[in-house]
């Protein structure tokens, strides 16, 4: 059984950091694309960051220049590191895990996710 762990989230000023991570563990062959979404109250989740196995990375347009995503293939692992953070950052952030590869199926799996408040 696949499970991703959320870590990071807290409360934070505006203009500070935080760094986000999930790891995901079971007996996984392999991960395809792993991700940041958050859903703030009364609005639909909506992407933050995007990796792939090869490296390869997409951006929300409303983190641009701001956050950072990265990833461990060696421990199943995604990063997210935050800067510069707006109070318009504050929601619920969830780990993604696209086409997660074990001997009994492929298919995506979704954190429980990590509140991340920005005050102003």
């Known amino acids: 059984q696949v499970q991703l762990v959320e870590s990071g989230g807290g409360l934070v000023q505006a203009g500070g950091s935080l760094r986000l991570s999930c790891a995901a563990s079971?007996?996984?062959?392999?991960?395809?694309?792993m991700g940041w979404y958050r859903q703030a109250p009364g609005k639909q989740r909506e992407l933050v960051a995007v990796i792939t196995s090869g490296g390869n990375t997409n951006y929300g347009d409303s983190v641009k220049g701001r956050f950072t995503i990265s990833r461990d293939n060696a421990k199943n692992t995604v990063y997210l590191q935050m800067n510069s953070l707006k109070p318009e950052d504050t929601a619920v952030y969830y780990c993604?895990?696209?086409?997660?590869?074990?001997?009994?199926?492929?298919?995506?799996?979704w954190g429980r996710g990590t509140q991340v408040t920005v005050s102003s």
């Open positions: 993604n895990a696209d086409r997660v590869a074990t001997a009994q199926a492929t298919r995506g799996y």
């Open positions: 079971g007996s996984i062959f392999r991960i395809n694309a």
